[in-house]
C-alpha cells in the first residue's frame, strides 16, 4: 500500500501557483519523497525528491515539514500543459526504483 | 520524451494466451523496472531487471515474468493471460541498480486488452 495520502483532485489558475499537498505521516527516517506527474496517456514523468532539505529544480519546488510527517510540491507558475495527475512517493524497499504509486491528485490548470 | 521505448503502444489478446512486451531502455542505463497501471489507477511496480538478473519484485504471480539482455534491453512476458490482466504496461529506465537512484525515465506503455 502507497505510505501517501493526497488530495483525489484540486484546481487551479493559470500562471498561479499550484501548491499539491502530501501527507507521509508513517514515512521512515532513510525514505525520500519522490514526485512524479502523469500527462494523459504518457508515463509518468520524475518531478523532483528530496530527504530533509527543501529542494528546487526548473520545474518545481519541494518542501518538507521539519518533522517530515508531510510535503507540498509546488509548481511557480502553473500551465494548461501542467494539467496531469500528480503522484507523491515514499521510497520502499532495499531497492531505491521500486516506488509504490497510490491514486496521486488529478490538476486542472483553467484559464 | 526519455528515450525509453516500447513495443508494441497497443495489442489485443484473447484470455489463457501469452504476450511478450519489449523495452529499449535509455542510453547509459543498466536496471529496468516494470509497472503495470489498471484503468483510473496508479502504476504498480512488477519487478526490476539490474544486470540481466531479478533483483525486487511486487506482488504479482509467477506467469509474469522477465528477461534483460546483454545490452539492457528487457522483455515482459505474461502467461495464461487474465481478463484483469488488461493495462497499461510501463517500461522505466535507469543506472545503478541497487542504490537510490532518484529518477525514473518511463517509456509511453504497451497497453494491452484481454478479451
Known amino acids: 500500500d502507497a505510505k501517501t495520502t493526497q488530495p483525489p483532485s484540486m484546481d487551479c489558475a493559470e500562471g498561479r501557483a499550484a501548491n499539491l499537498p502530501c501527507n507521509h505521516s508513517t514515512i521512515s527516517g532513510n525514505e525520500y519523497v519522490y514526485w512524479y506527474r502523469q500527462i494523459h496517456s504518457q508515463g509518468p514523468q520524475y518531478i523532483i525528491h528530496?530527504?530533509?532539505n527543501n529542494e528546487t529544480n526548473e520545474m518545481a519546488s519541494l518542501i518538507i515539514t521539519e518533522d517530515r510527517k508531510s510535503s507540498t510540491l509546488i509548481l511557480p507558475h502553473a500551465t494548461l500543459r501542467d494539467t496531469a495527475v500528480y503522484y507523491c512517493i515514499a521510497q520502499e524497499g532495499q531497492y531505491g526504483n521500486k516506488l509504490v504509486f497510490g491514486a496521486g491528485t488529478i490538476l486542472r490548470v483553467k484559464s | 520524451e526519455t528515450g525509453v521505448t516500447q513495443s508494441p503502444t497497443h495489442l489485443i489478446k484473447t484470455r489463457g494466451q501469452q504476450v511478450t512486451l519489449r523495452c529499449s531502455s535509455q542510453?547509459?542505463?543498466?536496471?529496468v523496472s516494470w509497472y503495470q497501471q489498471a484503468l483510473g489507477q496508479g502504476p504498480q511496480f512488477i519487478f526490476q531487471y539490474y544486470r540481466e538478473e531479478e533483483n525486487g519484485r511486487g506482488n504479482f504471480p509467477p506467469r509474469f515474468s522477465g528477461l534483460q539482455f546483454p545490452n539492457y534491453s528487457s522483455e515482459l512476458n505474461v502467461n495464461a493471460l487474465e481478463l484483469d490482466d488488461s493495462a497499461l504496461y510501463l517500461c522505466a529506465s535507469t543506472f545503478g541498480g541497487g542504490v537510490n537512484t532518484g529518477e525514473l525515465f518511463f517509456g509511453e506503455g504497451s497497453r494491452l486488452t484481454v478479451l
Open positions: 542510453s547509459g542505463h543498466n536496471t
Open positions: 528530496g530527504l530533509k
